[in-house]
């Protein structure tokens, strides 16, 4: 039996932490939640098959910006998606220079879902047709203008 591929979800909003995690689950992933930066952290560092985090930007305490800081000092290859309502060209350019793979926008779970195996797949060296469509997906093209 092959194991699942496994992804962080990193968010402060309890009631979506667990809509992600069943609706991922459904898709054939393992989900891993933490309630905020801080526990993301945590469950980052316990879970080292990681293939993917998804991380909130606007959190109490410790911001999106400071876990993707954080856990690239941890790993400076696992891809990162931002799944927010808050997300402005400042924080997007700041992402980027830490790798960010993309910003999707709440609630767009599907386009998500799209984000998400795209992300795992380049990071396993596979090639990838097409993009995400969300409009927050201006970061890809704010990131080609670089």
Same mark, same amino acid.
Do not use: W
């Given at each position: 039996m092959t194991a *699942?591929? *496994?992804? $962080?979800?990193? +968010? +402060?909003e309890s009631e979506l932490l667990e809509l992600l995690? @069943?609706?991922f689950a459904d898709h054939g992933? =393992?989900?891993? $939640?933490?309630?905020?930066g801080g526990e993301g952290l945590k469950?980052?560092?316990a879970n080292s098959d990681v293939a993917l #985090? #998804?991380? +909130?930007?606007?959190? &109490?305490? $410790?911001?999106? !910006? @400071?876990?993707? *800081?954080k856990i690239r000092m941890l790993s400076e290859k696992v891809p990162? %998606?931002?799944f927010t309502g808050f997300g402005s060209r400042d924080t997007m350019l700041e992402a980027s220079k830490y790798g960010a793979y993309d910003f999707v926008r709440k609630p767009d779970i599907a386009g998500l879902l799209?984000? %998400?195996e795209q992300a795992i797949a380049v990071s396993r060296g596979e090639k990838v047709n097409g993009?995400? @469509? +969300? &409009? !927050?997906? =201006?970061?890809?093209? !704010? !990131?080609?203008?670089r």
């Open positions: *699942k591929t *496994k992804i $962080l979800f990193i +968010d +402060d995690g @069943e609706y992933f =393992e989900a891993v $939640l933490a309630n905020g469950q980052f560092r #985090v #998804v991380c +909130d930007v606007s959190m &109490p305490k $410790l911001k999106g !910006l @400071e876990v993707i *800081k990162f %998606v931002f799209q984000v %998400v993009t995400h @469509e +969300d &409009p !927050l997906s =201006e970061y890809q093209r !704010l !990131l080609a203008q």
